[in-house]
């Protein structure tokens, strides 16, 4: 072992770390002092070593390593935690089992790298640096998008990917489940919305607008168990699975389904094999509202989030333009034309959510036109985030130009296929501060914070995701925890984060 380490590379970086000469060894002796409430952390801390360490940690009341609840440490709020590590001891505490749960991932990043292999690494000694770390998150939400509807992934890879989220302190994975082009989750109250909503023809290859496809069906679902089996794998890892669930717009797949959900019931349509604003949206009739809300009743069932998005973006009122019911229903609700159908039925759906507890979430165009409770994700222009703010509502920014990573991430030709767009660099994303700079203090307080997103229309494989997600979401992650500023200094810890994600297998962009 070399006598001097180096300081380890934490990403993201925290609040206060000081690092000592030598270390704490865990080994087959060592025992776990936990705190009543402090299990679900010994149960993770075990369950990542494991493999690559084969420690048992059993729990014992004189355990050097210990995991202790402090309501006390108020200050850490639901994420911090602090960390001190001697020769003869480890002290993890947090004022809230979350803080533990992110505080293991630090420690996982300051053990050997072997400690990250999936296989037993034999020979290696499990070193802890010796070290005093406080550490609490600038931003309360630091998410991640993945869009299953364009492509389906197994919830196998869903669980990987939840893995390498929560190793960057991630702490929401919004999982984009429909949209005009599959309808991933299953509702028992309506079969059809997987069974025939699940699967398309084929896919055009190009950019919306061309003519190519690829005459290969695509589809697939999950079972209600996966779902709510992956809402617990990454709850263990305090990632919170919030739902998405498209209305009025982007619901080709449903109509496919229940063609009397939309404006003309006569009409038969195909899930949708092609990219872009689809102009077919659903009627604002009351079994349309209801339908929503029986799905809706179903999706809080599988997931417990405190959010449920549901969409509400890129909705062309045409449709509703052209309907003499659509038009009779803005008149009687008092709408001053059928374009106003969008807000009033995100409106009443939005209530619904509130009635039972949950917060609506939808992607705000302009940052002024959804309902004044729903949390706002602005992706347009970053001037949206302060405009939403202003107008009260609790805002993340989703702007397209630091966060969307199927943008390619250089210009270089031999990038794989991308969505036509900016290049968003990872300079980009590390530059990306959600909190405007002219932001009052009200309005910055209610910007949540920021979030990565990979519409995946020319993704098809976990690959493919894991190339354009890293190392971007690694900037978004730093900046979002830590606040860090600092180029340099980031570029340095990515340098040797690397290869952790290379021991994890993450297929990184080089
Ligand atoms: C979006 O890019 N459709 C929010």
Redesign the pocket.
């Known amino acids: 072992m070399p006598a001097h380490r180096p300081i380890p590379a934490l990403v993201p970086r925290p609040t206060e770390a000081a690092f000592r000469s030598g270390h704490f060894t865990l080994d087959r002796g060592t025992a776990l002092h936990v705190d009543s409430g402090a299990e679900p952390a010994a149960d993770l801390l075990r369950t990542l070593l494991a493999p690559a360490t084969g420690l048992p940690l059993p729990s014992s009341p004189d355990g050097r390593f210990a995991l202790v609840l402090d309501p006390g440490l108020g200050g850490y709020g639901e994420e911090g935690y602090g960390l001190t590590v001697n020769p003869q001891a480890v002290l993890l505490r947090a004022a809230h089992v979350t803080g533990l749960l992110r505080g293991i991932q630090t420690i996982r990043q300051l053990l050997p790298l072997e400690a990250l292999s999936e296989t037993p690494q034999r020979g290696t000694r499990w070193l802890l640096p010796c070290a005093d770390i406080t550490d609490v998150p600038r931003q309360r939400w630091r998410g991640a998008m993945l869009d299953v509807a364009r492509h389906f992934q197994p919830v196998s890879y869903l669980r990987r990917y939840v893995d390498v989220l929560a190793l960057h302190k991630i702490n929401v994975f919004h999982l984009h489940l429909t949209d005009d082009q599959g309808w991933r989750m299953p509702v028992s109250a309506c079969p059809k919305l997987t069974e025939i909503g699940g699967h398309r023809a084929e896919s055009q290859t190009g950019p919306a607008g061309s003519d190519a496809f690829d005459g290969t069906p695509h589809g697939g679902s999950y079972t209600r168990a996966e779902l709510a089996d992956l809402v617990r794998y990454a709850a263990a890892r305090g990632v919170t699975v919030m739902p998405e669930i498209e209305m009025p717009g ?1 619901v080709r797949a449903a109509l496919a389904a229940y063609p009397g959900l939309g404006n003309d019931p006569e009409r038969s349509l195909d899930v949708w094999t092609r990219w872009g604003v689809c102009d077919t949206v659903l009627g604002v009739h009351d079994e349309v509202l209801d339908f929503c809300r029986t799905v809706l009743d179903e999706v809080m069932d599988v997931f417990p989030s405190p959010y449920i998005h549901l969409g509400g ?2 909705c062309p009122t045409a449709e509703w333009t052209n309907s003499a019911a659509a038009r009779g229903r803005a008149a009687a609700e008092g709408l001053p034309h059928p374009e106003a159908l969008r807000g009033w039925f995100l409106g009443q759906i939005g209530d619904h959510l509130v009635r039972r507890g949950r917060r609506p979430v939808g ?1 705000a165009e302009t940052g002024i036109e959804l309902p004044p409770d729903f949390t706002v ?1 602005t ?1 347009r222009d970053s001037a949206h985030t302060l405009t939403a703010a202003r107008r009260g509502h609790s805002v993340i920014s ?1 702007y ?1 130009r630091a966060t ?1 990573l199927d943008y390619a991430q250089s210009d270089d030709p031999h990038e794989p296929p991308a969505q036509p767009g900016p290049v968003v660099d990872l300079r980009a994303v590390h530059a990306h501060d959600p909190v405007p700079e002219d932001a009052d203090a009200e309005a910055a307080g209610r910007v949540l914070g920021t979030q990565a ?1 990979l ?1 995946t229309e020319f993704v098809t494989t976990p690959a493919h995701i894991e190339y354009l997600t890293y190392p971007r979401l690694c900037a978004l992650a730093d900046r979002g925890w830590s606040g860090a500023t600092d180029w340099a200094d980031f570029r340095s810890r990515l340098d040797r984060h690397t290869a952790r994600l290379d021991a994890l297998g993450v297929q990184r962009h080089p």
């Open positions: 982007h973006e890129e992607w994700m992706w989703a397209h969307y997103q519409w």
